[in-house]
């Protein structure tokens, strides 16, 4: 089956500063990717749809300048968290479509964010 | 705006008995998916079960299948022979035939009791 892997597993920061977080693709392309966010115990929310080759899609009320999103290339989105403050602390996933259409989108293992 | 309802925040089940998680979601297009989710304490999101809206059959995977009731907007989940390995967060979720983006319920947590 497809597979997306994301990196890192886990990470702690020290408050402002900003983290990076890869979303790939192993063995499919994707021209679209997504990012969602987890507390525990809750659902999972999508804070943006990543296009390759064009400006990432912002659910309501995400902030555009505080989670930046790349997606450089057909195998790979990157969610950056900009002076990452503790209310950031979440989970966050990635998941990918193979081709869009009728597809099942694929998740990643997610992160786990730790902002002190 | 789509919404997904999952009413029952946690259930349990005895082992090798039969449980059903129940789904509602709320829209207007015709054309749509519906998918089942599994996450386990390792929070890696599993497929469970996927159903496509203009198919009238019930999805069904191994001891799992769905009562999928269009016109009421249902889409319960039915787990049987159930396992210990079946204990985890269970998302219901939906994607319009039109866009990508997956809309998921607020979870139902299942313990299963050996």
């Known amino acids: 089956g497809a597979v997306v892997s994301q990196h890192p597993s886990r990470v702690i920061c020290k408050s402002g500063t900003s983290v990076k977080i890869e979303c790939r693709s192993l063995?499919?392309?994707?021209?679209?990717m997504f990012w969602y966010r987890q507390f525990p115990k809750q659902s999972l929310m999508l804070m943006a749809t990543?296009?390759?080759?064009?400006?990432?899609?912002?659910e309501q009320g995400v902030e555009k300048d505080k989670f930046l999103i790349n997606h450089a290339s057909l195998t790979l989105s990157t969610l950056t968290v900009t002076s990452a403050h503790p209310e950031d602390s979440s989970f966050y996933i990635c998941?990918?479509?193979?081709?869009?259409?009728?597809?099942?989108?694929?998740f990643g293992p997610g992160t786990r964010l730790l902002v002190l | 705006a789509q919404t997904v309802t999952q009413s029952q925040p946690e259930m349990s089940v005895q082992e090798a008995e039969t449980v059903t998680l129940s789904c509602t979601y709320d829209t207007s297009e015709s054309d749509y998916y519906l998918f089942w989710y599994k996450q386990p304490p390792s929070r890696q999101m599993i497929l469970v079960i996927r159903?496509?809206?203009?198919?009238?059959q019930n999805a069904t995977e191994n001891r799992f299948s769905v009562n999928f009731q269009k016109a009421a907007k249902s889409f319960s989940l039915k787990i049987s022979d159930s396992q210990l390995g079946d204990a985890a967060m269970y998302f219901c979720a939906y994607r319009s035939a039109m866009w990508d983006k997956v809309i998921f319920g607020p979870g139902t947590s299942l313990s299963v009791i050996p």
């Open positions: 063995d499919f392309q994707a021209t679209t």
């Open positions: 998941s990918a479509n193979r081709g869009g259409g009728r597809e099942t989108q694929y």
């Open positions: 990543s296009n390759e080759g064009s400006k990432a899609t912002y």
């Open positions: 159903q496509e809206a203009y198919k009238q």
